[in-house]
Every structure is written in structure tokens, then in C-alpha cells.
């Protein structure tokens, strides 16, 4: 039975098992991991007042009165980044010479910049006038102790992982990986680096799909290219039953070797899908059994790229424990009419611009899904609703930001 995109992932989504295991990481391998833990704030950020500027610390009443700015102050040594200042006090009529991050001394409420100063034998001038706390940063402005910083379910980013860093916290627990086997299909599929490849096909799919699944948080298995004998699909696919995911592509159209949705039956796994109202990628199979998922993608290059990005990708992120699944949709101007037939969602690989502030589309061009180049030159999917046939140049079509920014 055919069904829709959005019935295809409503049906994905919630037979997805989440990962309960965990397991400690440093923060060097953080990055992209999902955490399996609130994470709470072990102390203030900045950890004292400190100073932003290199300049003086100094009292404000001492620097206020209205008369044109020019106050003296008294040098009072220094103090430098990360020195101790415990019980160092500052007097009126004094000004301590202080560096950006130092402590500030007690009784400080302003820090003057260097630029605004001018300091001989020992007397600063200040030609300035400044607010009170001027250039201070106030003991947990960033993070207050037992702040509840990250939550459970955070993917992991540059940012999160400074976060992490500067409370002081060397290692995190993290959702474990989704273990990800990646089978190729088909009779006519080489290895890459073949000598005399002729009239065969290079397999590519494997290469996209491991990228792919390491991008949103899996730990890819190579299992090579299996021919398109029913005993060797079955042979093979019963050896891969120990990963969580299997990804196979190819094999899975009306053609008279397409073996992988018998093979998967015999195999006692549930196929939950069989056949989507999408192109590229109709004929995209699922299935679990236990805890264990299988995607059956089609052969076509850009068919896997596109069906693993509208089903395999929210797969892998919810697996893991992932809050946030989807990619940006926003509304772009055609900047050509787009056609389709009615019945069935398009994703046209397409290319967006953005020109004073609003978003311009184009396809990539040649459309076919052997055309691995159209996704290679897009950084968008145009996203052609079932009910549409023609979006005409100049109108508003939803464009999904599958590359945006980030590789
Ligand atoms: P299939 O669905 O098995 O009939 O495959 C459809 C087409 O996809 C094949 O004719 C190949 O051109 C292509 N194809 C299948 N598997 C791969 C692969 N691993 N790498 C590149 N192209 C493939
Ligand atoms: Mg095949």
C-alpha cells in the first residue's frame, strides 16, 4: 500500500526504540553526541567580579563629580589574570592597575580602560566619564550555580561543548551510538577502485550513506555489496542482525531480483512500509523487529540520498535521544516555473540565494535520480506539495535547508 511522506514518518517515528544505554565521554569526542543527562551547574561562571578591560579598577564616587573629567587617582599596584586578591581592598583616592579577567578588588565598581588614561609617576588621569560597574563582569553572569545549563536530549555543538568546558566538567554522559550496518545491493555494483569497472556501476550508496550516518550520530559498519542471489540477501542479512539499524539500498523496486522485502519477511521482520507517495524514493521499505530496524532503500543515488534524509536521518537523531529532528523549511521565490505530476510529494534538488533578506530558488537542473551531481550542486531540497503541478516563476515555494552554512 502506498502512503504518504508524512504518514511514512509518523509511522517511522513511532516505532523508533530510543538507546538506553550510555556511556562517558572527555569532551573531545563530544561533538555531535546527544546528552543523557541534565547538566547542572557546578558553580558560578565567571567564578568571581572580574574585569573585562585592561585598564583601572577604581571607585566610582571618585570619578563622578561633574566638573570636566579629569581625576586623579593614586596608583595602587596591580593586579593581574588569575592572580589571587583575597582581602585586597581598594581605598578611595586609589586606582589599581588591573588586567582583563583579573579579580576585581574589593570596594572597585568601575574598571576605566587603559585607552582613557593617562598614568605618570605613579598618578593616573582619567579624561572620561563612566557608569557605574563600566567594563565589570559580575560573578555568574554567564551560569549561576545549580542553573540548570543543558538539558537531556541536547545535540552536542561547538558552543554546548565550551559550555561544558568552562563549568569545569572534563566528562559528560552521553546516549551510546546506534550501531548502523550498510549492505549494497545488486549484481551490476563494484567496489570503488575496480579495475576495468566496463559496463558495471560503482557503488557509491555506501560511501553516502556511511558520510550520512556518522553526520547525524551513528557509528557506521561497512557489509559491502551483496549479489542479487535471494540466499545470499538472506545469508547476509542475518549476519547483520547483531547492529541496531541495517541500511541496505538497491533491490527493492518490481524488478524480478528486488529480493529485499521477501527477504526481510522470511527474516520475521514487521514491514511497516512498503511503498511512499514520494519522488525521488517511492519505493522505500521499513521494518523492525524487537528492537532492531531495517531500511530498505532504493538503488538510485539520489533516491538514497533523499529518502535517508526525509526517514533515515529523524530515524538515527530520535534513536539517540535527540529533541530537535527537523531541518529549517522556509518559503523561497521560484526563480523559474517548477512542474510535477500530481499525486505524489517531489523533492527537486534545488539551489537557494538569498538576496536582500529573502529566499530565491532554482533546481539544480537535470532532475533524474541517477544524477548524483544535482546534489552535489544543492543546498536545498524544493519541496513540491502532493495537491501542486506547477509552482510558476515569481510564487513562493517551501524550500527544506538540508545544507546550509555547515557541510
Ligand atoms: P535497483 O533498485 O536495485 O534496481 O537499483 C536501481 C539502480 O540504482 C541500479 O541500476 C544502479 O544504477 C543504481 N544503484 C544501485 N545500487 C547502487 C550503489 N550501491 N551505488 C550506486 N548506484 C547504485
Ligand atoms: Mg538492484
Given at each position: 500500500m502506498m502512503i504518504s511522506v508524512d504518514k511514512a514518518l509518523e509511522i517511522i517515528l513511532s516505532s523508533i526504540p530510543l538507546i538506553k544505554e550510555s556511556e562517558r565521554v572527555?569532551?573531545?569526542?563530544?561533538f555531535g553526541r546527544v546528552l543523557a543527562e541534565d547538566i547542572t551547574a557546578p558553580a558560578n561562571v565567571p567564578p568571581e567580579n572580574n574585569s573585562a578591560m585592561d585598564g583601572y579598577a577604581v571607585i566610582h564616587a571618585d570619578i563622578s563629580s561633574a566638573e570636566a573629567p579629569s581625576f586623579k587617582l593614586k596608583v595602587d599596584e596591580e593586579i593581574?589574570?588569575?592572580?589571587?586578591?583575597?582581602g585586597k581592598l581598594l581605598k578611595s583616592g586609589y586606582a589599581i592597575r588591573i588586567m582583563t579577567g583579573a579579580p576585581l578588588p574589593e570596594g572597585a565598581d568601575v574598571?576605566?580602560?587603559?585607552?582613557?588614561?593617562?598614568?605618570?609617576?605613579?598618578?593616573?588621569?582619567?579624561?572620561?566619564?563612566f557608569e557605574k560597574y563600566d567594563n565589570i563582569r559580575f560573578a555568574g553572569?554567564?551560569?549561576?550555580?545549580?542553573?540548570?545549563?543543558?538539558?537531556?536530549?541536547?545535540?552536542?555543538?561547538?558552543?554546548?561543548?565550551?559550555?561544558?568546558?568552562s563549568m569545569n566538567l572534563p566528562e559528560?554522559?552521553?546516549i551510546k551510538k546506534p550501531e548502523v550496518a550498510i549492505l549494497s545491493t545488486g549484481d551490476e555494483i563494484l567496489e570503488v577502485g575496480s579495475e576495468n569497472p566496463g559496463e558495471k556501476i560503482i557503488n557509491s550508496n555506501a560511501y553516502v550513506l556511511y558520510s550520512e550516518i556518522k553526520k547525524y550520530g551513528g557509528n557506521p559498519h561497512y557489509a559491502g555489496i551483496v549479489r542479487d542471489k535471494k540466499s545470499d540477501v538472506f545469508n547476509r542479512f542475518s549476519e547483520l542482525l547483531k547492529y541496531d539499524v541495517i541500511i541496505s539500498s538497491g533491490g527493492v523496486s518490481m524488478g524480478k531480483y528486488d529480493f529485499i522485502p521477501d527477504v526481510l519477511r522470511e527474516l520475521g521482520i514487521d514491514l511497516k512500509i512498503q511503498k511512499i507517495l514520494m519522488k525521488p524514493g517511492k519505493p522505500v521499505v521499513f521494518g523492525t523487529k524487537g528492537e532492531k530496524i531495517f531500511f530498505g532503500?532504493?538503488?538510485?543515488?539520489?533516491?538514497v540520498m533523499v529518502s535517508f534524509q526525509r526517514f533515515v536521518r529523524p530515524a538515527l537523531l530520535k534513536m539517540s535521544g535527540a529533541q530537535k529532528?527537523?531541518?529549517?523549511?522556509?518559503?523561497?521565490?521560484?526563480?523559474?516555473?517548477?512542474?510535477?505530476?500530481?499525486?505524489?510529494?517531489?523533492?527537486?534538488?534545488?539551489h537557494y540565494t538569498i538576496k536582500n533578506g529573502e529566499f530565491y530558488v532554482k533546481s539544480t537542473g537535470p532532475q533524474g535520480s541517477g544524477i548524483l551531481t544535482?546534489?552535489?550542486?544543492?543546498?536545498?531540497?524544493?519541496?513540491?506539495?502532493?495537491?501542486?503541478?506547477?509552482?510558476?516563476?515569481?510564487e513562493k515555494v517551501e524550500i527544506e535547508l538540508i545544507r546550509h552554512g555547515e557541510i
Open positions: 572527555t569532551l573531545f569526542e563530544a593581574r589574570a588569575g592572580q589571587n586578591n583575597e574598571v576605566v580602560p587603559f585607552e582613557d588614561t593617562d598614568e605618570k609617576n605613579g598618578i593616573v588621569t582619567i579624561a572620561a566619564h553572569e554567564d551560569i549561576k550555580k545549580g542553573e540548570t545549563v543543558l538539558k537531556k536530549g541536547t545535540r552536542l555543538d561547538s558552543a554546548e561543548i565550551g559550555l561544558l568546558a559528560i554522559t552521553v532503500l532504493p538503488g538510485n543515488p539520489v533516491s529532528i527537523e531541518k529549517p523549511v522556509v518559503h523561497a521565490i521560484a526563480e523559474e516555473d517548477l512542474f510535477k505530476k500530481e499525486g505524489r510529494r517531489y523533492f527537486l534538488r534545488g544535482s546534489m552535489s550542486s544543492s543546498n536545498c531540497l524544493i519541496i513540491l506539495h502532493e495537491d501542486t503541478e506547477i509552482v510558476k516563476a515569481g
